[in-house]
């Protein structure tokens, strides 16, 4: 026995879940049945008993029995025997038999000796319609106290009498008031003649019954299931290697995990093999000798290429693989076979002799030698390439692995396959005497290739150890350039997992070319000195980056000239000068473009996103990071780029209060089980960020965790992008809990990080926010310091370094302009609380009440101006609470209305309480929520600075849902302003409004939306 690990939560299912909970919560108005379906370990039981556990905490009773494997004559009964001793043991025999009318249990007898002696001389029809009344009946007594849940397991192995029972308390559900019945089965065990079948056919024509088919989990979940059995987050391969295998069946999941630390095993372990060949040793002798080639040929085989390789005709082969196809081992397509699970396909070519082995894929190879047509087009190379190998022909398979690896390199998007073609060439060249001659490259080639495969595919490790094995077979003194570029590339791939070498390996490159030697590899090493140069984005950068360029230029080499142009903009984007990042970074596009360097197209693309989203272009960012998705996904690039460009296209959908899209494409992102860490780190980070602001704690808690595992196992050239936001994150969470103490530490963390390792005036960008949950850190704890002086302390002296922080911090752009007035407008709020805190120290500053009113106005009118209604509502609420607090009670009810309407749109729960309990203890209803509007008489026409706002985007041609989303008002509102627009203007329809707007001139000096 081998102790499998399991997960100590339910991953995914959320929706089953659901379905599950709703339908009990329906019971009492009409009956309800699910019938869940789902193959061997795909988590019925683990689904169910999830369901039951939360329904008996949320005061239902859970009533369960299992049917049990015995043959075809099982226990009669056993899953209603199994509920009733439970029921027993809960209430008594007694309690149980007072249960029913006349407490008469006598016929409870036949399922359980504490009910007494069964009678025997009744007849037995009467008997038994007997006991399925009382079982009824006390179900239904059951059910006057509260829900039920009848929960019967593995109907696929229930007795003649079970199925009857069951059937009977189905078709008699409609007097079953409150009781919900739900029943498991393994769809995969049902046969063309299973008994079930016609059971559940019949059942599923009842209107109350539903099934629920349980389908494997999605690449993101199992992903996830990973990481909760490991207990941390899987390296890439691993999680590719265990998703390749077990497809998203968790029970697979488990086994493939047991015992293993680092890998997947290259062997099934014993136990779950014999389970897997249950199924296919019960079938036809015959059969099984098919399906044993078929599984030298793969998870699925096409008809003609099975029948090449057996060597029988149609008919024969049809008919042999029948009894596989109905026994659910095999699905039958149009053309192919395909095994239910790759990991039955897997146990059976483990069950072939060594000597067949090498016979049946050497036969593969051959049939498609002769016939490549027999395989998709572009599988033909790779396919051959497998079996010369599997069939121990060294030659034929050194030559076929390298034809395949070229094709695949070729293709784009198969870098891993062509890492492991590559990696067998390697491995067979010692065996194959001539193999330069063969494939014509020398071993040098095939290692320089295979270093690039492996960063393609994201294997950093493995692609530094290639790097390392070139540079010991290439003369420095010979090859200067090749030998610069592999350390070039070997301090890219060691930089991924922090490797101090990489400046080392940077600068040894740099000498072996010196100005004038080798100008092409010169201009690469220089850029990517310039990424990791001791002082990012320092003066050293810049001019190694604008040598780069010339030197690109001259040498045309477009790559190179992309990267550095890339670069350029980075840095001038750093330098506060946007307007020529963006267009330093749409040069880097088009040249990247025209050389057909997709990788650095696509991380142009990311940088400019990233400098829009910074300039407060939240809507522009996410459209060029959205498209830029859409490119990866046509260059094969989804994985890597494609998910980088995903947390862009969040950010912005974040900062716009998108969250629902948002969320959708982090989740889509993740799904796609990104290559790197830190990118499923950001994706987490953000998604926790959005659960904070909903008030759902307990998922921001897993996302903050989650992303914190994927962040600890990457190493990071500027770690600052992933650490920053996430103690933000844990600042801001325990802000939500009300755990003002424990936030004051996180945030005390962070400032002690950024003293140290941390360097925030880098990062401007994130380090803004993390400021100012900082800052909100203090003010928490100041208010909550009562008499503890330690605490008081403790938060006026970080008050006092977070202002020494920001006073050092730049600010670029609007969108971190507005970050500095919150922070600002925060640090007296903090201020102030530090101040008349019982225990307030004796060194406070003096009072700023005065100042907070203004300071969170400037701040409110900074997010207006970049569009982000979340920050936007917060100053809100504060510049109300502040005036309030100074007796200025109009300008509060406007701006609290209008908080509230920004948290009620966004769902931003907790905020949105906040702001109605401000509301209500100040007595501002929804009476004054109409109350100030605007100054009227300064407008043209009369028209409000909303309506004109709103006239402004009609005369653009925006329909109200788009001004809607614009303004982050409903589309109802929208319309409510288009009317009034139009009956003050005197217009009859939006076309003359615009029309009326143009004529007089209104928007001229304005931009377009
Ligand atoms: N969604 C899930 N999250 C976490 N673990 C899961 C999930 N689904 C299944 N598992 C785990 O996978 C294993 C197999 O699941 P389970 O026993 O529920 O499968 P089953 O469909 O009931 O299979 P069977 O048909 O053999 O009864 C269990 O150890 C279970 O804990
Ligand atoms: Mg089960």
Same mark, same amino acid.
């Given at each position: ?34 019938? =869940? ?88 029809? =009467? ?114 290697? =265990? ?112 000597? *067949? ?78 193999? *330069? ?140 000068? &946007? ?10 596009? !088009? ?189 928490? !704890? ?98 109300? *609470?502040? !005036? ?9 009810? *406007? #701006? ?24 209500? &203890?100040? #007595? ?8 100030? #509007? ?52 005197? =217009? ?22």
């Amino acid at each position: 026995m081998t102790a499998r690990a399991t997960s100590p939560v339910l991953v995914g299912r959320t929706e089953q879940l659901a379905a599950l909970e709703g339908s009990l919560g329906r019971s009492r108005r009409g009956p309800s049945v699910i019938l =869940v379906g789902g193959e061997a370990g795909v988590g019925k039981s683990r689904l169910v008993s999830e369901f039951a556990a939360r329904s008996r905490t949320a005061g239902a009773r859970v009533l369960t029995g299992g049917c049990v494997e015995l043959g075809t004559e099982g226990l009669p009964f056993a899953p209603f025997t199994a509920v009733l001793r439970e029921l027993v043991r809960d209430l008594g025999a007694d309690g149980v038999a007072a249960l029913l009318p006349g407490g008469v249990t006598r016929d409870f007898a036949r399922l359980l000796p504490e009910f007494g002696p069964a009678d025997s001389d009744t007849d037995h029809i =009467v008997a038994r319609a007997r006991l399925f009344e009382q079982v009824l009946a006390l179900l239904e007594r059951l059910a006057d106290t509260g829900p039920v849940a009848l929960l019967i397991e593995d109907a696929h192995w229930a007795d003649r009498s079970t199925r009857d029972l069951l059937a009977f308390l189905v078709g008699r559900q409609q007097i079953l008031d409150g009781v919900l019945i739900i029943v498991t089965y393994r769809s995969d065990e049902l046969h063309r003649t299973h008994p079930l079948r016609p059971l559940l056919a019949e059942l599923a024509r009842l209107s109350w019954v539903e099934r629920m088919d349980l389908a494997r989990l999605d690449r993101r979940h199992a992903d996830e299931l990973v990481a909760r059995i490991l207990g941390r987050e899987p390296e890439p391969a691993l999680a590719d290697a =265990v998703f390749q295998r077990a497809d998203g069946n968790p029970l697979f999941v488990e086994e493939l995990l047991c015992d293993c630390d680092n890998s997947v095993p290259s062997m099934l372990p014993a136990s779950l093999r014999d389970m897997l060949l249950i199924a296919v040793r019960r079938l036809p002798e015959p059969t099984q000798e098919v399906l044993r080639a078929a599984s030298a040929g793969g998870q699925r085989n096409g008809h003609a290429l099975l029948a090449a390789v057996t060597g029988l005709p149609d008919d024969d082969l049809s008919r042999a693989l029948r009894p596989a196809v109905e026994a659910n081992v095999l699905t039958a397509d149009a053309d192919g076979y395909s095994f239910r699970h790759d990991l039955i396909r897997e146990a059976t070519l483990d069950d072939v002799l060594p000597g *067949e082995h090498t016979r049946l894929h050497t036969r593969f190879a051959e049939a498609l030698e002769a016939d490549p047509g027999l395989v998709p087009p572009a599988r033909a190379a790779m396919e051959q390439a497998y079996h010369w190998y599997a069939a121990h022909d060294t030659v034929r398979a050194l030559a076929s692995s390298w034809r395949a690896a070229e094709e695949a390199g070729r293709a784009m998007v198969a870098h891993a396959e062509q890492l492991t073609l590559l990696g067998r060439v390697l491995e067979l060249w010692d065996k194959v005497p001539d193999a *330069e001659q063969r494939i014509g490259a020398s071993h040098l080639t095939v290692l320089e290739r295979a270093a690039r495969a492996a960063r393609m595919a994201g294997e950093h490790e493995r692609g530094a150890a290639f790097a390392s094995a070139a540079l010991n077979e290439v003369d420095p003194a010979a090859e200067p350039a090749r030998a610069a570029l592999l350390l070039e590339m070997r301090a890219l791939q060691r930089g991924h997992s922090g490797n101090d070498e990489v400046l080392a390996d940077l600068q040894t490159a740099l000498d072996l070319v010196p100005p004038g030697v080798a100008d092409a590899a010169r201009a690469r090493v220089l850029v990517t000195m310039a990424t990791h140069a001791g002082q990012p984005y320092g003066p050293e950068a810049l001019a190694a980056v604008e040598e780069a360029l010339t030197l690109a230029r001259q040498a045309s080499a477009a790559t190179t000239e992309a990267a550095a142009l890339r670069e350029l903009g980075v840095l001038r984007a750093r330098a506060g000068d &946007n307007r020529e990042a963006l267009e330093m970074l749409a040069q880097a596009r !088009a040249v990247a473009g025209r050389a057909g360097a997709y990788d650095s197209l696509l991380r142009a693309v990311i940088e400019e996103s990233h400098v829009l989203e910074g300039m407060g272009e939240h809507e522009r960012a996410a459209n060029v990071a959205q498209a830029g998705i859409a490119s990866a996904q046509d260059y094969g690039l989804a994985r890597s780029s494609g998910t980088f460009l995903a947390i862009n296209v969040a950010e912005s959908l974040f900062s716009l209060g998108r969250w629902d899209e948002a969320m959708d494409v982090i989740e889509h992102a993740l799904a796609l089980s990104p290559t790197q860490q830190d990118i499923r780190a950001a994706l987490r980070q953000l998604a926790g960020e959005i659960a904070v602001r909903r008030g759902d704690l307990a998922g921001a808690a897993e996302s903050a965790a989650t992303a914190r595992a994927a962040v600890g196992l990457a190493g990071y050239r500027h770690p600052g992008q992933y650490q920053i936001p996430l103690a933000r994150l844990d600042i801001e969470l325990r802000l939500a809990e009300g755990k003002p103490a424990a936030a004051l530490a996180a945030a005390l963390a962070a400032a002690a990080d950024a003293a140290g390792r941390l360097d925030l005036a880098l990062d401007p960008r994130y380090a803004w926010p993390l400021l100012a949950a900082a800052v909100r850190a203090v003010t928490a !704890a100041a208010r909550a310091a009562g008499r503890d002086r330690a605490l008081a302390g403790q938060a006026a002296e970080l008050l006092a370094r977070l202002r020494a922080l920001a006073a050092q911090m730049p600010v670029n752009g609007p969108v971190q302009q507005a970050d500095r007035l919150a922070f600002s407008a925060e640090a007296l709020r903090a201020q102030e609380a530090v101040r008349t805190a019982p225990a307030a120290p004796a060194a406070v500053a003096g009072r700023a009440e005065q100042e907070i009113p203004a300071a969170w106005d400037a701040a409110a009118a900074a997010w207006e101006r970049v569009g982000q209604p979340y920050p936007l509502a917060v100053a809100l609420l504060r510049a109300a *609470e502040a !005036a309030l607090a100074a007796g200025y009670r109009d300008g509060s009810a *406007e #701006r609290l209305r209008r908080a509230a309407e920004l948290a009620d749109s966004l769902r931003a729960r907790p905020l949105a309480v906040e702001i109605g309990a401000l509301a209500r &203890n100040a #007595r501002i209803g929804p009476a004054d929520r109409r109350g100030a #509007r605007g100054d009227a008489a300064a407008t043209p026409l009369g028209l409000t600075a909303r309506e004109l706002e709103v006239l402004r985007l009609v005369a653009h041609g925006q329909s109200n849902p788009e001004i809607a989303a614009r303004l982050f008002i409903s589309a109802k509102t929208a319309s409510v302003h288009v009317s009034n627009i139009m009956a003050k203007v005197g =217009v009859s329809s939006r076309g003359e409004a615009a029309a009326a707007a143009h004529r007089m001139h209104l928007f001229d000096a304005v931009p377009a939306p």
